[in-house]
């Protein structure tokens, strides 16, 4: 299983970037999926997940700025990324969601974001 994050740069604060996320479509269709990011210094953190159903949820720090969506005929996870802060740069992954148990699959490549004061 491959999981590869995609569209990631270098924007200023205010401003949105899409990420995407390839990954199978027995993944897609299997698993409630989750978007995570990674702050130099500080541990991996869950801020946007998607279920089966498509019931969605969102940390705090991104819950109105942020939107998971995924297209499964595309074999995508999406993350709308609007009204973005400094505090938002980090390396941002895709993987299952622990919300009903399921494993993390293995890390894919990330994509960065940084965002300009």
């Known amino acids: 299983v491959q999981l590869q994050a995609s569209g990631g740069g270098l924007v200023q604060a205010g401003g949105s970037l899409k990420l995407s996320c390839s990954a199978s479509?027995?993944?897609?269709?299997?698993?409630?999926m989750g978007w995570y990011r990674q702050a130099p210094g500080t541990q991996r953190e869950l801020v946007a997940e998607?279920?089966?159903?498509?019931?969605?949820y969102y940390s705090e720090s991104v819950k109105g700025r942020f939107t998971i969506s995924r297209d499964i005929s595309e074999n995508t996870l999406w993350l709308q990324m609007d009204s973005l802060k400094p505090e938002d740069t980090a390396v941002y992954y895709c993987?299952?969601?622990?919300?009903?148990?399921?494993?993390?699959?293995?890390w894919g490549q990330g994509t960065l974001v940084t965002v300009s004061s």
């Open positions: 993987n299952t969601s622990p919300r009903y148990g399921a494993s993390l699959l293995r």
């Open positions: 479509r027995r993944t897609l269709k299997s698993y409630s």
């Open positions: 998607i279920t089966l159903a498509g019931t969605t």
